[in-house]
């Protein structure tokens, strides 16, 4: 493997083998092409590792004592924060619904005992180039979601917000059921929906009210310049519609796009209504904190009005309800 260029970190793989022997194989051979490579002998012991240094590619053996190969395949591929390290299932069963499980459970390849060594060495170099980028998306994305908490932190008033926003949004998704890939998207959303108010002036952004026509006109175009900025990352997309759409109201009175009811995505209409609570419950220099019961009224006064979806206040509400009791 040729170095790394320099501030590139070399990336490593972790091989997931309850027999000592095929552990030890399989990391010399990797080693004897540069690649670090570190073995566990059990599930448990890979989680472990993994939890300790995330590695950028695991081979994972399918039969194992305990939790299989399958098992611990799916797992990781559930979790947000291990989901894109690339796993390669290795296999003795030829068999076609072996495969399939295996493709059911998030595996990004296959290999067959006995493994060729330049089968492997092709796979993993491909599978680590494939990491390499995502991890630069990956970059990418928390360099925006920075960005993001930049924007908060010209308004002192805002402190804390987007992590709020973003915990909250997260459980709101939850508590309905949306897809991990949503989740995800709501999170994001959390800390850049208001990253477009990196082009509002700051004499602007902190005036808060009483903003002249032409000062409001600025401030409406802040989901359309944050959706501008986010487009270009892929790995963003689920994340666009919530940037451009946290404004809109169902009565068809919000920016920019003047979307009704259901015609507005649910991820924004997700994050508009934990803005809206945490506003609410926030003090700025132009009005004070509300309680948790006012804030409540307001809300479910302002969604009777036609401005919030009503169902997903109230779900909103039964979600922090039930927070409260498991507390
Ligand atoms: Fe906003």
Redesign the pocket.
Known sequence: MVDPPAGRRKQSILVVDDSLVNAALLRELLESRGYPAVAAHSAAAAEMEIACQAPDLILLDVVMPGKTGYELCRELKEDPRTRLIPVVLITGLIAHEDRIKGIEAGADDFLTKPIWPEELFARVGSLLKLKEFTDELETADSVLCTLGLSVEARDPYTEGHCERLARNAVDLGRFLGVDEECIVALERGGYL??L??IAVPDEILKKGSNLTPAEWDIMKQ??LTGEKICRPLRSLRLVLPIIRH??EHSDGSGYPDGLRDRDIPLLPRILQVV?IYDALRTARPYKPALGHEQAAATMRAEARSGFWDEELVSEFFGMLDRRRQVA
Do not use: A, I, N
């Open positions: 929906h208001d477009g108010k802040h989901p946290h404004h803005d």
